[in-house]
């Protein structure tokens, strides 16, 4: 099941930016802002088997959000959608075949210009659903490239995403999962996949500890992911006004 959201305030893009006509009418109010006919794009991806979790709650934040930003949202829910995460050998080869799902979320993340993901921290890694996801759909070719070279071969990121959200939940307090664990999904999510993909706005929030958190303090994270993809939103537009 793909949800495609496209926001209730237009498809307007501005001049050759990426962004909506609202950020930069709220920056530049006195100036007359060229506008192009088209649509600016964003892919949320979640991943938690639970349909009352507190990650469909951030999940649903970010994507009103990004509407209320101009962007058509794509939204992915891979357990409803039972996505399968299993990588055969056969699809590994860059020039592979793929199946028409696969070859739906390949071109969905090659045209993103916005990119959240929301999870679990399961043992420091994303569940394994989303692990999948990233084998078969962040492929070379896709998101990134690699060219041969006398030194070897030298990889190089394809994606053209302008920024890049990751929300995570998790039971550990922050001091533990930075201090004595190292935070490993900080490196997997900003060094291995995104910025090796060529994405090098990303932010990353992680919530915790859901399990003994008030409503009250459920509230406020909502309130923190929201400003958050906001700041990401205008931190790509300030990157492309340099």
Known sequence: MRSRRQSSNGTAGVGGDSFSLHLLQTRLPNKKVPIIMRIMKALVVLAHPNAGSLNHALATEAASVLEELGFSVIFHDLYAERFDPILEHREIPRDALQDTVVADHCAELRAAEGIVIIHPNWWG?????????????????????????AGGTVEHGLLSTEFAVVLNTSETSRDVEE????????????NCIFRFCGVKNVHRRSFSIVMTSTPEERE????????????????AQDLNQK
């Open 220 to 235: 406020g994270w909502l309130r923190e992911a929201r400003a958050l993809v906001t700041r990401a939103v205008e931190s």
């Open 125 to 149: 890694q994303p569940p394994a659903i989303l692990k999948g996801w990233v084998d078969r759909v962040f492929r070379a070719g896709v998101a990134y490239g690699n060219e041969d070279s």
């Open 179 to 190: 201090n004595i664990l190292g935070d490993p999904l900080e490196t997997l999510w900003k």
